[in-house]
């Protein structure tokens, strides 16, 4: 498992791109923390073993499912700010 200060940068990347656009993949990971794709795939695996109720995949893949309190897959709970809509609720 990735050290402390490599999950905080990691977690810090995918909470601002859902932020930004309200979506998140792991390639995100890849592009802001400078490193390949196989290990940004696995970091994010790392992150899911050490957040378990706040990051969760969709089962067998590699594509976030929920980063708490976040949706990633459209769900009845819109949440808009500032008239943008463009995240989902949990």
């Not at 990971?29 to 995949?57: F, K, N, W, Y």
Request: net charge negative; glycine share 6%; aromatic share 8%.
């Amino acid at each position: 498992m990735a050290d402390t200060q490599t999950l905080d940068k990691a977690y810090h990347v995918l909470v601002s791109h859902v932020v930004e656009t309200g979506q998140a993949h792991y390639s995100d990971l890849a592009t802001g923390l400078g490193c390949s794709m196989e290990e940004a795939r696995q970091l994010l695996h790392d992150l899911t073993e050490a957040v378990p109720t706040g990051i969760r995949l969709n089962p067998e893949t590699d594509f976030i499912a929920t980063f708490t309190p976040f949706s990633l897959i459209p769900t009845p709970c819109r949440i808009t700010v500032d008239g943008q809509q463009k995240w989902f609720g949990i």
